[in-house]
């Protein structure tokens, strides 16, 4: 779906008059420095608005009358931050919630990806997500979901192909086919791999990619496939050889994957108009903390990037990337999504509008962002499980450990001593080493994948949730089998949330009752669950900044190195389920 300028004629005919003059506007935003995207250029201006559009743009004062006349008092006016790649459901809100955390802060559209919860309801996942955010002052654009399940290393709760996609891609808000995220599927032609990019490229739309580290004929490969963006870069010359290929670079700062201060040195004048800013995954603390792309602007100011070239790549680059041809900056026609903030070199957004309504005022929502839509009704199963489901047989004394790399969602595939005791692998955390188990929970399968985790540095205790990416079944890491086995059953028993044990206490829980993905409660309940769970693990001993986010991933078998799912491990590289034994020779890293 390509947004137009054109409405009804009456409408039109209605929004030229205020243009010529002839009518009075509904609202006039006078006194304000514009920050034109379009010319690169900042001067005072004023802006007459037509219900939801910009009617003219004046640089002569008392051009234009309205019904309303707010002074900005000369601070500067932006048109509102568009996310080019979020998962609304890493937020663990509701759309509703979550619109309400970031309009605020000046983001008022974003391009979305359902993965999530299509990965456990399928269709009904995607067309809840669609009807949960109609009528939100955000604007929610999604891309279809191309990879349910991403792999089949892992079980999913559903499985969508190309022609389950077609039948939502005239939906309204639906801009293209989402992240690519089998690459070498797409590279090696695989069948239902190139039938969903030949859905996006015969309905004219954009197709999202997903390709870490990937390079040479590989990666030449992905992209005449005609895949278009990816936002999976960590270095800069990943991330200049795929611009130099066509490819659009988002560049991502968000809960757990910081590539911003990485990726920022390939960013210039010329380089620029194909670079986009997205958040991916962002939790509620976080967006209270720092903020949303509100926050990636001020990091990538105070880093050295010019403010209008930071300002573009979060509005008419993004916008006009996925065909959002009445959106990203302010000019006659234009979508009246707007922003105002009093220092250009450290935007801090001081008004909101999204479609010419004030909706947000010195970080307050004014206008409640509601839905009274119904989830698919969500179901958390698992066989009945002992302790001995965690056990991991040692078939050898030296294993394969999935190592933490702090905030990234890369791992590492190293090589340890196996820790073993009468003739079991155990976790040992006096040497970092844990146990990661993944529990299959939609179809009550029995599978379970169990493997060593290093540098997640719990000291005792257990995590564990089924927010787990890609297939959210449960991930559980832990110091004991005893503590993995009550957190697992502590989720299954909410029916689907995050938690944290000790011994035989439950320490937190938050219940995610919406696909075992959302909570169904206010952004402050959620915020300081989550808050307090993180402190929790912290007290634990994880060094990390959100050691549930990191966990998430950790089960993700399209990031490398190594990973984790019900069906074992997985070496990403080799994109095969792996041993987690090694041959001599004997060493101890």
Do not use: W
Request: hydrophobic share 45%; with cysteine; charged share 20%.
């Amino acid at each position: 779906m390509i947004t137009t300028f054109a409405q009804s004629a009456e409408e039109l005919r209605a929004l030229l008059a205020v243009a010529r003059g002839d009518t009075p506007a509904d609202l006039l935003l006078i006194g304000g420095r514009l920050v034109n995207v379009l010319s690169g250029e900042i001067y005072p201006a004023e802006v007459a608005i037509y219900r939801d559009r910009i009617a003219a743009v004046a640089t002569t004062p008392g051009t234009y009358h309205a019904a309303q006349t707010l002074d900005l008092q000369g601070e500067y006016l932006a048109p509102g931050f568009i996310d080019a790649h979020v998962h609304v459901e890493s937020s663990l809100l509701t759309p509703a919630e979550f619109a309400g955390a970031i309009l605020p802060r000046g983001t008022t559209a974003i391009v979305s990806d359902p993965h999530e919860i299509a990965n456990v309801h399928g269709l009904d996942g995607i067309r809840y997500m669609l009807a949960a955010s109609e009528g939100l002052a955000l604007r929610v654009f999604v891309m279809l979901s191309s990879c349910v399940p991403a792999t089949d290393m892992e079980t999913a709760g559903a499985s969508l192909d190309a022609a389950a996609l077609a039948t939502l891609l005239d939906a309204p808000r639906v801009l293209g086919i989402a992240e690519m995220m089998n690459y070498p599927g797409v590279a090696g032609g695989a069948p239902d791999m190139l039938a969903k990019a030949l859905l996006g490229h015969h309905a004219r739309l954009r197709v999202d990619g997903h390709a870490p580290l990937l390079s040479g004929p590989q990666l030449q490969a992905y992209l005449a496939a005609g895949v278009a963006s990816d936002h999976e870069c960590t270095r800069p010359d990943e991330a200049l050889e795929k611009l130099r290929s066509g490819m659009r670079v988002l560049i991502r700062e968000g809960s757990t994957a910081k590539n911003l201060d990485a990726l920022l040195p390939i960013v210039n004048e010329r380089t620029a108009p194909f670079c986009s800013f997205a958040t991916d995954d962002k939790q509620p603390d976080d967006l209270l903390r720092e903020g949303h792309l509100d926050h990636v602007l001020r990091r990538a100011i105070a880093a050295g990037l010019a403010p209008m070239l930071a300002l573009r790549m979060v509005t008419i680059y993004t916008a006009r990337h996925y065909g959002l041809n009445d959106m990203g900056a302010v000019a006659p026609g234009y979508l009246a999504d707007l922003v105002t903030f009093a220092d250009l070199h450290e935007p801090r957004v001081t008004r909101t509008f999204a479609g010419g309504q004030l909706v947000a005022e010195q970080g307050r929502l004014l206008v409640p962002q509601r839905s009274s839509v119904a989830p698919p009704v969500n179901h958390v199963t698992s066989a009945a499980l002992t302790e001995a489901a965690f056990a991991l047989p040692a078939r050898g004394t030296r294993i394969r450990a999935i190592e933490v790399v702090p905030e990234q969602i890369v791992t590492r595939d190293a090589v340890v001593a196996a820790p073993i005791q009468n003739g079991y692998v155990v976790a040992a955390p006096e040497r970092d080493l844990l146990k990661i188990a993944v529990v299959e929970r939609h179809h009550g399968t029995g599978n379970i994948g169990v493997g060593v985790l290093k540098g997640f540095g719990l000291q005792s205790g257990a995590l564990a949730s089924t927010f787990a990416h890609d297939s959210h079944n449960i991930v559980v890491v832990g110091a004991s089998d005893a503590e993995m086995l009550l957190a697992v059953r502590t989720v299954v028993e909410m029916g689907g949330g995050i938690c944290a044990v000790r011994g035989a206490d439950v320490l937190g829980r938050l219940p995610l009752p919406i696909a075992g993905l959302m909570s169904d409660q206010p952004f402050e309940t959620v915020r300081v669950g989550i808050a307090h769970l993180l402190e929790v693990a912290r007290e634990l001993g994880c060094p990390l900044s959100n050691a549930y986010m990191a966990m998430g991933f950790l089960a993700l078998p399209v990031i490398p190195d190594l990973k984790i799912t019900d069906k074992g491990l997985v070496d990403v590289r080799a994109f095969a389920l792996a041993s987690p034994f090694v041959a001599a020779p004997e060493s101890t890293p």
